[in-house]
């Protein structure tokens, strides 16, 4: 496969890039792609990966898609990877993440797209969808995403309640302390993570799972919270549920029955947004494409093909 990597000068930081382009479509010389030497009418995808704080490594499981013709675009959000940034608290914010999304689409020449966004990075889709009337999108697919903060933590919490009861009394003294340093805390935190996120790294998974990165904790905390069920952040009131019918492109909810994005939370998106379909991966959790690999890019290329001209 060949990778194309590169930098877009952003706020005066810099945000990096990586494209997967087997068929030369992406001119690096003017960091542009040549519309009309995309093959077979297949348009790019931009992948938005979560956190905030998280990178694109993950989503390099998903470089495979590019072997039939279409570029794959990822990049690491300000604040984390290759883009790292700390000790600028105000930057935390989705306009930032929105306006970087829109000055990297402007930068890459990209005028007809697909937009992958993944937990945080399906809220940013969302965000786009609506508030830039999903300017060059030709299908969104919204893989283990919210439409409502509040919603997200309600969920969450009720998952908790499963949890044995030492766990949950961790974590209901760290919330009502709001105080997220003790061990017993942090025990609960992992094993809620373990049950609900993903499973543990081993020598045996990905590299690109495996590879160190430089996540960004403070675009996290300050983005969205000290953990997954509470939400603190400039996300806290983030909510496009009575919004979602704004959204007039197609879109392809995924996610897992055992998800931080619980079944009830995908429903949502499902039931709010005209044109959806909804693939539910029995006993995933949030990161079906890592667990569930091979089914994940079959549904996906399957979907991409059908909306093409």
Known sequence: MEIKEGYMPFMG???????????????EAS???????????????????????????YFE??????????AVVSYDQLGCGNSYVEGHPELWTPETWLNELCALIDYLHLDSFHLLGQSWGGMLDIIYLIEKQARGVRTAILSSTLSSSKLWASEQHRMIK?????????IAEAEAKDDFSSEA?????????????????TEDSPECLRRKKKSGAEAYLYGWGPNEY???????????????????????????????????VAKTLYDGIPEAKWELFVGARHMPFAEQTDKY?????????????
């Open 31 to 57: 960091h542009a792609f040549e519309h009309d030497k995309i093959k077979n009418g297949k348009s790019p995808i931009i992948l938005l990966h979560g956190g905030p704080g998280s990178t694109h490594n």
């Open 297 to 309: 890019c079959e549904v996906l290329e399957k979907w991409l093909d059908e909306h093409e001209e």
């Open 162 to 170: 499963f949890m044995s009861e030492e766990d949950q009394r961790a």
């Open 230 to 264: 509470t939400p603190t952040g400039t996300l806290r009131d983030y909510d496009y549920t009575d919004r979602l019918q704004e959204i007039k492109v197609p879109c392809l909810i995924m996610s897992g029955t055992n998800d931080l994005c619980t079944p009830l």
């Open 185 to 201: 805390y942090a025990k609960a935190n992992e094993h809620f993570m373990l049950l609900h996120c993903a499973g543990e790294v």
């Open 13 to 27: 930081y810099q945000t990096y890039y990586r494209i997967v382009d087997n068929d030369g479509c992406f001119d």
């Open 61 to 70: 499981l998903l470089d495979r898609v590019a072997l039939s013709g279409r």
